[in-house]
């Protein structure tokens, strides 16, 4: 093919070739996407250069043998992904032939606890993210006091913010709802699918539809009792598709079954234990890739769904400007631990998917979920499974600790929390240091100057910029491969 450059120069390539540095989620899906592409007939090969010994990054399923009949299925990582709400990984999952693999939450067991003076109190139902949507159970609920319930009330009547000016999901909803509104709801349920200090993280960049809510219904509530509407309606209009499949999706096997799909389909260059360590820009525009094992891969074009630190640490000899505004991205070190139980030994009935817990209780914990009964098929019959979550901008300091350490504080906060003195059967810890990236207020100015700054060639993508669940990142994948295939089409005279 043929293919302008930036200085305007023409060079006759045998294929466009796209180095694509990261293998998890983000880069795999870009490279699914750019082999579409080939299939159509476009010259574009790729390669996909992954540091670790194993593809997917924070996507990891373990299957732990040996202790029953039938395997645990554990999940460092993610344990499950928005389906209706943000499609693209459910999509991906049935391009790649998944969907009978498929498997949702147990939505019949729905609840979810606040964790209030020490006491489990259920989420009142009708409360729907943050906003009640139904009158009697949310009169009726002790999760809020008398007072909290008449401040929340006053979304009402509120004045409308400013859209175009950024603020902090605290504010935004201390400002509409009150701070218990914030405390018992947004920091653990929402800022916690960020582990971000709510009153640092972005509102555009993570929750963009309530600011919409705001502007065109007046407040959340009455926001929220329109999508309800348009819930019910949509359930109506595709109810095989709703019955199907409920907002959140895994697989039976784990959610590491998409990237096994994934690798076992990509019929590129794949290479594991590859880490790149420099990306020098070259005369015909092409650029070389410096790799840990002392080769060099030249490429046209380069994808970077890495960690926006290390993406700083390559682009930096070739644009210090983009290099700084990456490195004020700020990460979080996470961590994971999963307790398996025989099912008898347990006090608690784990009637639910499990604990949501405010800042202000002061625990060691951000979270537990009840995973044997979020989901089927994780624990073998007449076993259960907990999962507490730690580190973030909450508790940083667990995820450094010493395994033993963590095990004992954790079962502490058990004990206190359920009352479960049992001894786990076994456990799993997952440290996930530096994993986390912070969309601090300003998130998304701050990508698209990066962006701007940008050599000719080099693209972004995955979790640090426009979205941290799989299905974003799938999504950013989709589109940075669309973007690359869109600029052969346009400089390509020959396509
Ligand atoms: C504990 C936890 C729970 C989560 N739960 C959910 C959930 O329930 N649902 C959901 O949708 N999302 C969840 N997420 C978020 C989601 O898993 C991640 O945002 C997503 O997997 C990130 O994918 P990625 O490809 O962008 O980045 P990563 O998975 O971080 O992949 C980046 C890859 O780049 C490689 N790499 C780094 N440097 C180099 C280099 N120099 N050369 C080559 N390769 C390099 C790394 O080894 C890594 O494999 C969770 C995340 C965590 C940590």
Redesign the pocket.
């Known amino acids: 093919m043929t293919i302008r450059t930036s200085n305007g120069r023409t060079v006759t390539k045998p294929n466009l070739h796209v180095a694509i540095?990261?293998?998890?989620?983000?880069?795999l899906s870009t490279a699914w996407y750019l082999q579409q592409a080939q299939y159509r007939g476009l010259g574009v090969t790729y390669t996909v250069?992954?540091?670790?010994n194993r593809w997917?990054?924070?996507?990891l399923t373990e299957f732990v043998q040996d202790v029953a009949p039938e395997p645990f299925i554990i999940e460092g990582?993610?344990?499950?992904?928005?389906a209706l709400q943000k499609p693209w990984a459910l999509q991906l999952a049935r391009e790649l032939g998944l969907e009978d693999r498929l498997m949702s939450t147990n939505d019949d067991r729905r609840t979810i606890y606040v964790l209030v003076n020490g006491k489990l109190v259920p989420m009142p139902d009708g409360i729907y993210l943050i906003a009640p949507t139904r009158i009697m159970p949310f009169a009726r609920t002790a999760l809020f006091s008398p007072f909290g319930k008449l401040r929340m009330a006053l979304d009402f009547i509120l004045p409308k913010g400013n859209p175009t000016v950024d603020e902090s999901l605290g504010n935004f909803i201390g400002r509409r709802m009150g701070r218990e509104a914030v405390d018992k709801l947004a920091e653990p349920l929402m800022a916690g699918i960020y582990n971000a200090d709510p009153y640092k993280l972005s509102i555009q960049a993570t929750f963009p539809r309530f600011v919409e809510m705001e502007q065109k219904y007046g407040g959340l509530i009455l926001g929220m009792l329109a999508g309800n509407k348009m819930r019910q309606e949509m359930t109506q209009e595709h109810p095989a598709e709703s019955r199907k499949v409920g907002m959140f999706v895994t697989f039976y096997q784990g959610t590491e079954v998409i990237i096994g799909e994934l690798v076992s389909q990509l019929t590129g260059d794949m290479r594991l234990n590859?880490?790149?360590?420099g990306i020098e820009r070259i005369e015909d525009d092409s650029y070389d890739l410096m790799l840990d094992d002392g080769t060099v891969l030249n490429a046209h074009q380069v994808v970077m769904?890495?960690?926006a630190y290390?993406a700083a640490e390559l682009l930096e000899p070739m644009t210090a400007g983009a290099a700084r505004i990456l490195n004020e991205i700020r990460y979080v070190d996470?961590g994971?631990i999963t307790l398996a139980y025989e099912a008898g030994e347990l006090n608690h009935p784990l009637d639910g998917f499990g604990v949501v817990i405010p800042i202000s209780e002061r625990r060691n914990i951000n979270a537990l979920t009840w995973t044997s009964t979020k989901f089927d098929h994780r624990a073998p019959e007449g076993y259960q499974l907990i999962r507490a979550f730690v580190g973030g901008s909450r508790t940083p300091e667990m995820v450094n600790k010493p395994d033993e350490e963590i095990l004992q504080i954790v079962r502490n906060e058990l004990h206190e929390i359920m009352d479960v003195t049992a001894e786990p059967i076994f456990h799993r810890i997952?440290r996930?240091p530096q994993?986390?990236p912070q969309y601090d207020v300003g998130h998304l100015e701050r990508v698209e100057a990066i962006e701007s700054r940008l050599p000719f060639g080099i693209f972004l993508t995955?979790?640090p910029y426009r979205g941290?669940?799989?299905?974003d990142?799938v999504k950013q994948g989709k589109q940075t491969a669309d973007t690359i295939i869109e600029f052969m089409k346009a400089e390509s005279p020959t396509l």
């Open positions: 540095i990261g293998g998890g989620i983000s880069g250069l992954e540091a670790s997917g990054g924070k996507v990582g993610p344990d499950s992904f928005l590859t880490a790149v360590t769904a890495v960690p290390t996470t994971t997952y996930w994993s986390t995955g979790s941290i669940g799989m299905p990142c």
